[in-house]
């Protein structure tokens, strides 16, 4: 199920992604007379093709969905009726040339735009920065921050989500920064400074997953307290020798309350083989005792205590619960502003990424392909409308981003040969552009392989 949700989710992202890129060449080749004679998602054989309009333009779908072209009237490629030439690509001024080369960049940059309005007006889920018990010696510990603390700043910017924080922080650890940070504690409005010199937000190993940002700063977020209720019992186990009951509570163990399941559980497990007595509660309150000895079960290799139960937690304080849980929803014009700043900002995040991979200070592990889009496609459907568009935004701005750098065979590639154009006065010679296009081929290729050993070499971890 979770591989068919992954590729319905690539589909739906290529799918969408692909036709709006292609369909800003398209549009704008049109507008400016040239004709087109193909609009294609998808390479290699045709899947469906019909042909519509005047001139005939057949729009097809190949099998190979990782991309898509737009073919114009081209004298490069074959032969034109002379009535037919003014129509030609080739034929078009500088400027009509560009216009229709950067028109899938732009579209997809506007596709970002528009997906991130949506997203905001919809409504986004995010997580209160409130900290539970931080581990000694990391840095946020390190910063004077205590369990219960909500982080309401970070430098100048205002923290709203766990998301924000992220953000801000990625941005802070790139450029090794010392930050101010804001925070309340029961109700004070505190500040302290958080020391990123040590943060490296973009390292790792090729083919492994880059640590997230907040687990290398030592953020564990803050849990109400639970008690822990019996989602199953596991037949044959101690447990159901000793007669649990799917839907009890456990209240104690020994006498001895915990303030949430995963401290039962630790318990459990350091109790192997010894005689526990459990303070079990059910749905009307009725209360009752029960003797169960933890069974050594070994786990990553180390000997631990299990009584055979699947456990479910329950807050104590369900309002405490729900307050973690935040809904941002703006209105139009908010959100059109919202939407131009999450796009400028991801977009200078972007740029920051790739000069460091160039400067060679950041680990090509960061990249990821096709596998890992899927991947994250199809958790992002699973979490609901407003990720999924979020997470389209992304993909469509990276994709426009991508495109514009000066990659032979990128629409920044042929940007590129037509800014030399404007300064040599006349187009570079064809054994130049065959030796950029090679070029591009193997940059393309080399950059596809890396990113496919990512995508896999993460699948095996």
């Known amino acids: 199920m979770d591989v068919l949700i992954s590729l319905l989710g690539f589909l739906l992202t290529i799918g969408i992604l692909v036709a709006f890129h292609e369909y800003g060449h398209f549009w704008v080749a049109r507008k400016l007379g040239v004709r087109v004679l193909t609009y294609s998602l998808g390479f290699g054989k045709t899947l469906f093709s019909t042909r519509r309009g005047p001139d005939r333009i057949e729009y097809r779908v190949g099998a190979l969905p990782l991309g898509g072209y737009v073919r114009m009237l081209d004298e490069r490629e074959g032969e034109v009726d002379p009535g037919e030439r003014h129509r030609a690509f080739n034929r078009q001024p500088l400027w009509k040339r560009s216009l229709i080369v950067a028109a899938g960049p732009a579209a997809n940059i506007l596709l ?8 905001f007006m919809v409504g986004t889920q995010g997580t209160l920065p409130k900290l539970g018990d931080l581990e000694p010696g990391t840095p946020l510990a390190e910063a004077g921050l205590q369990s219960g603390d909500v982080i309401t700043s970070v430098g100048p910017h205002a923290i709203e989500n766990l998301t924000d924080l992220q953000l801000r922080l990625i941005n802070g650890g790139i450029e090794r920064q010392t930050l101010p940070l804001g925070f309340e504690r029961d109700g004070r409005a505190l500040s302290t400074e958080l020391d990123l010199s040590e943060l490296d937000p973009l390292g790792g190993s090729i083919g492994k997953r880059t640590p997230d940002v907040l687990s290398k700063l030592g953020l564990v977020l803050w849990q109400p307290p639970g008690v822990a209720e019996i989602a199953a019992v596991q037949a044959g186990s101690p447990a159901a020798e000793a007669g649990l009951e799917e839907g009890e509570r456990i209240v104690a163990i020994d006498g001895r309350g915990y303030r949430d399941p995963g401290e039962l559980i630790d318990w459990i497990g350091e109790r192997a083989g010894e005689t526990l007595r459990l303070t079990l509660e059910d749905e009307d309150g009725r209360r009752r005792e029960v003797e169960v000895s933890p069974r050594a079960t070994e786990v990553n290799g180390e000997e631990v205590g299990r009584v055979g139960v699947s456990l479910a ?4 304080d369900p309002e405490a619960a729900r307050a973690m849980v935040l809904l941002d929803r703006s209105g139009p014009i908010e959100a059109f502003g919202r939407s131009i700043d999450r796009s400028w900002e991801m977009t200078a995040l972007t740029f920051q990424v790739f000069y460091r991979l160039l400067r060679g200070e950041a680990s090509l592990a960061n990249l990821s392909g096709p596998v890992a889009i899927a991947e994250y496609a199809g958790k992002s459907l699973l979490l609901g409308l407003s990720t999924f568009l979020g997470f ?17 065979m990128l629409d920044g590639g042929h940007l590129l040969l037509y800014l030399i154009e404007v300064v040599r006065g006349r187009p570079p010679g064809p054994a130049f552009e065959e030796i950029y296009a090679r070029i591009g081929i193997v940059a393309l290729a080399a950059l596809m392989m890396v990113v496919f050993y990512n995508d896999i070499a993460r699948l095996m971890h």
């Open 313 to 316: 937690s329950r807050p104590h």
């Open 112 to 119: 970002a735009l528009f997906l991130w309005w949506l997203m």
């Open 392 to 408: 389209l935004a992304l993909i469509s701005l990276s994709l426009a981003i991508l495109n514009l750098l000066p990659i032979p």
